[in-house]
């Protein structure tokens, strides 16, 4: 449970994006989301964010505090008409497609549920980010970054797939690994 | 045009500021400071030029050649030729105080030097890039 503090626009875009996890909106919460230039509440727990960052706030309330009910362990992933149960580490990258979003390992991939955003939100902690629209990856199965033009990367993956870090997405892989 | 990206442009066009200084220390023949400004403004023109050419040749390239020596290898390409050129043009239609080949080598020596220094410092970047991933990963297992 959470309480908002912050403009209208704001409280409805915070408002979709929490109740994809379930996380309820109260008055009277000891957890406060402040949308800066908003009085801070004394005797909170206060979160302040600017407007244009309300999906950090998501990602910050998804991945550490919901973190015991968030953080999974293991994921199911359906292949050649079996289910299968998957650990996020063997996870090289997750992409999205029409279809829903496909999990690459090194031997198989399988189609998950959810949407890359729900991952991009409970996965950070499992070294896992964005590089582009449509694809999430493991940094830890990175082997290597290839510097390339108009400030892109290329990542080469541990299963040779080769994936482009576009430029909107670069600044977050850069700041992730402190380059 | 949209992955072209208009700060590496600004970037190229101070890197020119910062050779036509270079070239300010070597070349006392610039005598005014209108003849400073105009230099400084042209080095400072031809390197956003440079820039808008390296972006826009660059973002037509594909993903599938993407290697280390080649993005170095086309980096470097890139800065020696149109660097050249745009030098020895300039020179030719602006017909300036240097008069001769043997004038213009040192000049196009001292500007290489400094694209080749930026290359350089950008391979060092990548190493570093490895490095950092390594201690990333690291950094992972001990969790």
Redesign the interface.
């Known amino acids: 449970m959470v309480q908002l503090l912050c403009s209208n626009k704001v409280y409805e875009k915070l408002k979709q994006e929490l109740s994809k996890y379930q996380i309820e909106i109260v008055k009277d919460s000891d957890l406060v989301l402040v949308e800066r230039g908003y009085d801070i509440p004394s005797e909170k727990l206060a979160l302040v964010f600017d407007a244009i960052d309300y999906m950090d706030v998501i990602k910050i309330l998804v991945s550490g505090i919901r973190k015991d009910l968030y953080f999974k362990k293991t994921v199911t992933g359906f292949s050649e008409n079996k289910f299968a149960v998957i650990e996020p580490k063997a996870i090289i990258y997750l992409e999205a497609s029409p279809d829903g979003i496909m999990a690459y390992t090194t031997t198989h991939h399988y189609s998950m549920k959810e949407t890359l955003q729900y991952y991009e939100g409970i996965w950070i902690e499992q070294?896992f980010i964005r590089v582009n629209k449509s694809q999430m990856i493991n940094?830890?199965q990175?082997k290597?970054?290839?510097?390339?033009?108009?400030?892109?990367y290329?990542l080469r993956m541990n299963n040779g797939a080769?994936l482009?870090v576009s430029?909107m997405y670069s600044k977050k892989l850069r700041s992730?690994?402190?380059? | 045009m949209e992955?072209?990206?208009l700060?590496?442009i600004v970037k190229s066009f101070f890197l020119g500021i910062f050779i036509g200084i270079v070239l300010l220390f070597y070349d006392n023949g610039f005598d005014t400071t209108t003849d400073k400004f105009l230099l400084l403004l042209t080095s400072g023109g031809m390197g956003f030029i440079i820039g808008f050419i390296?972006?826009g040749v660059?973002?037509i390239?594909p993903?599938?050649i993407?290697?280390?020596r080649n993005?170095f290898f086309?980096?470097n390409l890139i800065a020696l030729v149109v660097t050249s050129v745009i030098m020895l043009v300039s020179i030719m239609l602006t017909n300036n105080k240097m008069e001769s080949y043997r004038d213009i080598m040192p000049v196009i020596g001292i500007v290489l030097g400094i694209v080749f220094l930026a290359n350089g410092i950008?391979y060092m970047?990548?190493y570093?890039?490895?490095n950092?991933?390594k201690i990333?990963?690291e950094l992972?297992k001990d969790k």
């Open positions: 070294g940094l830890l990175v290597e970054i290839i510097p390339w033009f108009n400030s892109r290329v080769e482009e430029k992730t690994l402190k380059i | 992955k072209i990206h700060k590496n390296t972006e660059t973002s390239l993903i599938s993407a290697k280390p993005y086309i980096n950008d970047m990548y570093r890039a490895q950092k991933l990333f990963k992972f």
